[in-house]
């Protein structure tokens, strides 16, 4: 009797074993399972959520093409003294690359980026100067004495 009861305890103590161990390779099979879609659904669990701004601004580069007088007139004598002075002056017109926008306006006014110089593009195709984003103060009449050009 006592080989009997041994026999019996050995075949629940194997049976109990074989249960914990399929449960075991069960568990992590469909963790592994579960994973890979949770994986392929959304961000990793450890990722820090961040703010999405869209795409990267677009630098530009400007180039002068052009140098002519301010009102159009083409004169041989640019680049000596006195060239376009009963012509307003000589003026300068940059290129944007990428896109081939156009512009007057001196270095210091040209847009960082094309999508900047997309929302200052002008009716007759031209980029307006981008000296920031808040317009020069107007003078009142009662200070248009002390009106100076600005700097």
């Given amino acids: 009797m006592g080989t009997s009861r041994r026999t019996t305890t050995d075949t629940i103590l194997n049976a109990i074993a074989a249960v914990i161990i399929a449960t075991c390779v ?3 099979a469909t963790i592994l399972v579960l994973g890979n ?3 392929e659904a959304g961000p990793p669990v450890h990722a820090t959520p961040t703010e999405t701004t869209g795409p990267e601004p677009t630098a530009i580069v400007w180039v002068a093409t052009v140098r002519q007088c301010a009102d159009g007139w083409p004169s041989p ?14 003026i300068t017109i940059y290129q944007s690359s990428p896109g081939a926008l156009r512009t007057f306006c001196p270095p210091a006014g040209h847009p960082d980026t094309l999508e900047r110089a997309r929302q200052l593009l002008t009716l007759d195709n031209t980029v307006d100067c981008d000296f920031g984003q808040t317009p020069a103060p107007q003078p009142t009449r ?6 100076t050009a600005p700097e």
């Fill in 26 to 28: 069960i568990g992590w």
């Fill in 37 to 39: 879609f949770v994986r």
């Fill in 77 to 90: 004598s640019i680049g000596r003294r006195g060239a376009c002075s009963h012509h307003g002056g000589v």
């Fill in 142 to 147: 009662s200070d248009n004495w002390a009106v």
